[in-house]
């Protein structure tokens, strides 16, 4: 499985964009890189995944290093509600379906 | 289409009982993946089924615990004889193929146990 290294914490300002990053240096090329983030109280919440390239959803954007070694989550205006936990996950293997959490990042938005 | 639904919310056991967590997959999702969150902690895979089958196991510690999908009906994890160190949120995640899809997780359930 994929090994991750994500920051403990961060902070931003309300309505700024926010870069999450993670190494996933250990990834195989068929892993396909998943983000998933944790509202305090809550189970997890699929953001985005992608395996090569960059990739937008009406939640967040994906940019995966050419190497594929490490990605930033962007969240282009970061609101009140996006304070949670954000994990990248090690990604699911071929055959193997599992989810491996690391720590995450834990995100607080600054009003 | 309704979420992955768990029930209990909450469950409180005393040392030595069962604990019994059910989990309904989203209409149509025939994979259930079960993740335990201790407190402080981040989330560890414990068991991965599909209809009828137990396909990884890995995460599941050998003793007392045991996880069904029957053909018909939620998938069940259980928790027998029940100790302190059990005390965790337990939450179910289901997805309508196996490798590289989100999985979508229900709200969990967490076990107290006095």
């Known amino acids: 499985d994929a090994k991750t290294t994500q920051p403990n914490s961060m902070e931003s300002n309300e309505e700024e964009p926010v870069h999450l990053p993670c190494n996933h240096s250990?990834?195989?090329?068929?892993?396909?890189i998943h983000w998933y983030r944790q509202l305090p109280s809550q189970g997890p919440e699929y953001v985005i995944h992608g395996l090569t390239s960059n990739v937008n959803n009406r939640m967040a954007s994906l940019a995966i290093a050419e190497d594929r070694k490490s990605s930033t989550l962007i969240l282009h205006r970061a609101t009140l509600r996006d304070a949670a936990v954000y994990y990248c996950?090690?990604?699911?293997?071929?055959?193997?379906?599992?989810?491996?959490f690391g720590t995450g990042t834990r995100l607080t938005i600054i009003p | 289409n309704a979420g992955v639904m768990q029930n209990p919310r909450h469950l409180v056991r005393r040392r030595g009982q069962e604990a019994r967590l059910r989990c309904s997959p989203m209409?149509?999702?025939?994979?259930v993946y079960w993740y335990r969150q201790l407190p402080e902690e981040g989330l560890k895979f414990m068991v991965y089924l599909q209809k009828e089958n137990i396909i990884d196991e890995s995460g599941m510690p050998k003793e007392r615990f045991s996880a069904e999908f029957p053909k018909e009906g939620p998938s069940i994890l259980r928790i027998q004889q029940v100790v302190r160190g059990d005390s965790a949120a337990y939450f179910c995640a289901s997805s309508p193929r196996g490798s590289r899809n989100e999985q979508y997780f229900g709200p969990g359930t967490r076990l107290t146990v006095t």
């Open positions: 250990t990834i195989s090329g068929t892993d396909y």
């Open positions: 209409k149509g999702h025939s994979h």
């Open positions: 996950t090690g990604t699911l293997n071929f055959g193997n379906e599992k989810l491996t």
